[in-house]
């Protein structure tokens, strides 16, 4: 059963500091996996998507890197400003019982202090 | 032009009615979704349809019932509302392949008073 955890749960920095949000997945066999932003009241945004066969993408100051082999991704964010404050969500795509299917983890809620 | 629009954007109702919950996407996708995300910000799977046929029916309660009219479409109908009904729905959509990424709509509020 593939199960998504994000550590920290909730992170507080200072503005201007570069920062890393962490997820992890118990089963290695994905399709790819995904991070998504997700502002209060507001819906999902997709940031950045890696394919199983990649090790890193990047979108300006956001880098995404994957570890397959040890069930591993990060989401580092370069010069944290304000505006990125809203809960970091990953999923991880997978094909089980005849489907594709998305698995999420709880999120990291992300505050920037001015 | 937003690529998948869900309406209403807030739905409050009393409990043991019936409302749905409209959901449309013009990306042309082969698969649309609903996810209900819990007081925990969990998001878990509802119903998943590929060209108009359901594939994935997780064990939701059978007031749930999603309606899909045609590919752009996937609607949510939910009869005789309960309390724990309350939470966020969101609908998705993605391309029938699974390299891709998933499109999400902004989420329907839904509480049940």
């Known amino acids: 059963k593939q199960e998504v955890t994000q550590i920290p749960a909730a992170l507080s920095v200072p503005e201007g500091e570069n920062l890393v949000l962490n997820c992890s997945f118990t089963?290695?066999?994905?399709?790819?996996l995904q991070w998504f932003r997700q502002d209060p009241g507001k819906g999902l945004t997709s940031l950045l998507l890696?394919?199983?066969s990649q090790r890193e993408q990047t979108s300006g100051r956001l880098n995404a890197s994957l570890d397959k082999s040890s069930g591993r991704s990060t989401l580092y964010i370069a010069a944290s400003q304000p505006g990125d404050s809203a809960t970091y969500l990953c999923a991880v795509r997978r094909f089980a019982d005849s489907n594709y299917q998305l698995i999420w983890g709880a999120g990291t809620k992300l505050i920037i202090k001015p | 032009d937003t690529a998948v629009s869900q309406t209403p954007k807030y739905l409050v109702t009393q409990m043991g009615n019936d409302k749905s919950i409209k959901c449309e996407q013009n990306?042309?996708?082969?698969?649309m979704y609903w996810y209900k995300q819990d007081s925990k910000k969990f998001l878990k799977i509802m119903f998943s349809?590929?060209?108009?046929?359901?594939?994935i029916n997780e064990t939701v309660p059978n007031r749930f019932s999603p309606k899909s009219p045609d590919k752009a479409h996937l609607n949510l109908h939910i009869n005789s509302l309960e309390l724990g009904d309350s939470a966020v729905y969101f609908c998705a959509s993605s391309p029938g392949t699974p390299n891709t990424e998933a499109f999400f709509g902004q989420g329907t509020r839904l509480t049940v008073v």
């Open positions: 349809y590929n060209n108009k046929e359901l594939i």
């Open positions: 890696i394919q199983s």
């Open positions: 990306l042309g996708h082969d698969t």
């Open positions: 089963d290695s066999a994905i399709y790819n």
